[in-house]
Nanobody, 113 residues
Framework: QVRLVESGGELVQPGGSLTLACTGA????????MAWYRQAPGKEREWVAS???????SYSGSVKGRCTISRPNRNNIMTLQMDNLKPEDTAVYYC???????WGQGTQVTVSS
């Protein structure tokens, strides 16, 4: 059974940086396409970024140039580095295994002064 756990969300000031992490059990990340999604209050869930098994990455237009998705040289961790954060980045961020459609419980990111 695949299980995903996100961490790293916190309150940060506009312009600041944050790194989210996703760890997993029952899954080898390097063999899967993994993704980050987010959901802001009152809005639909939104795709943020993806990384494939061969480490190809893609980003939504709203974060491209400010975020980096990566999979450190370990099998069960994925990160999302976010820079120049804006108030509109405030959301719960979710780690997703696209093959099994498994979602983590989410981690709250709040960008506010």
């Amino acid at each position: 059974q695949v299980r995903l756990v996100e961490s790293g969300g916190e309150l940060v000031q506009p312009g600041g940086s944050l790194t989210l992490a996703c760890t997993g059990a029952g899954i080898i990340f390097s063999r899967r396409t993994m993704a980050w999604y987010r959901q802001a209050p009152g809005k639909e869930r939104e795709w943020v970024a993806s990384i494939t098994g061969d480490s190809s990455t893609s980003y939504s237009g709203s974060v491209k140039g400010r975020c980096t998705i990566s999979r450190p040289n370990r099998n069960n961790i994925m990160t999302l580095q976010m820079d120049n954060l804006k108030p509109e980045d405030t959301a719960v961020y979710y780690c997703v295994d696209t093959a099994s459609s498994t979602w983590g419980q989410g981690t709250q990111v709040t960008v506010s002064s």
